[in-house]
């Protein structure tokens, strides 16, 4: 089956702008999370959507939003980008609690990222 | 405030020897871990998990070791082969209060030296 699939791959902005980055997670996962890797901090993370609900949130401004589809596709959007905000921006998807019950329903699957450079 | 830790960035071993990689957390929420591998510009791909009612879990030459009274965790890996060589991250979750919500370590950089 498709992994999850996250445009674009690459992009560089300017300060002060905004963007958006999708992602279509695997067939039959209702569950998104989005997370920020940055050299020496991980993978921090931003948010997890699940049935069109933010349910969990991390520790970023709300420069810092996304959205969820009735199909489970997820967006994420950083408005006023900062330098700062360079980073690689990972997607992953997973069954979610809604299938709990299930071994490893919480178990992620990522996708490639969304490298974006701000200048 | 960090959460997940993992104090070593990086760490060389020979092929065939035994790879160790640590990781501490804080919160005695988390009860399902997991250790995660990550090759240069792919997504972190699943490597092995265990639940806190577990002590060990084992899946092939990987095994995860869990020490709750310490709040602490180990990969080990037998034999390292030079295609280990990968970043490692280490993730919990608290399955009882925020299933889907991951939360990563730093990583550490593993090198198996052929």
């Known amino acids: 089956k498709a992994g999850v699939t996250q445009t674009p791959r690459y992009l560089i902005k300017t300060r002060g702008q905004q963007v958006t980055l999708s992602c279509s997670p695997i067939s039959g996962h209702r569950s998104v999370s989005w997370y920020q890797q940055t050299p020496g901090q991980g993978l921090q993370f931003l948010f997890e959507y699940f049935s069109e609900t933010q349910r969990n949130k991390g520790n970023f401004p709300g420069r810092f939003s996304g959205r969820q589809f009735s199909n489970s596709r997820s967006e994420m959007n950083v408005s006023t980008l900062e330098l700062g905000d360079s980073a690689l921006y990972l997607c992953a998807s997973s069954l979610g609690r809604g299938a709990s019950g299930t071994s490893g329903a919480n178990v992620l699957t990522f996708g490639a990222g969304s490298r974006l450079t701000v200048l | 405030d960090q959460q997940v830790k993992q104090n070593s960035p990086s760490l060389s071993v020979q092929e065939g020897r035994i790879s160790i990689l640590n990781c501490d957390y804080t919160?005695?929420?988390?009860?399902?871990f997991l250790w995660y591998k990550k090759y240069p510009a792919e997504g972190p791909t699943f490597l092995i998990s265990?639940?806190?009612?577990?002590d060990k879990n084992e899946d092939g030459r990987f095994t995860v070791f869990l020490n709750k009274s310490a709040k602490h965790l180990s990969l080990h890996i037998v034999p390292s082969q030079p295609g280990d060589s990968a970043v490692y991250f280490c993730?919990?979750?608290?399955?009882?209060?925020?299933?889907?919500?991951?939360?990563f370590g730093p990583g550490t950089s593993l090198s198996v030296i052929p």
């Open positions: 993730a919990a979750s608290s399955i009882r209060t925020s299933y889907d919500k991951v939360i």
């Open positions: 265990i639940s806190s009612i577990k």
């Open positions: 919160n005695s929420m988390f009860d399902y």
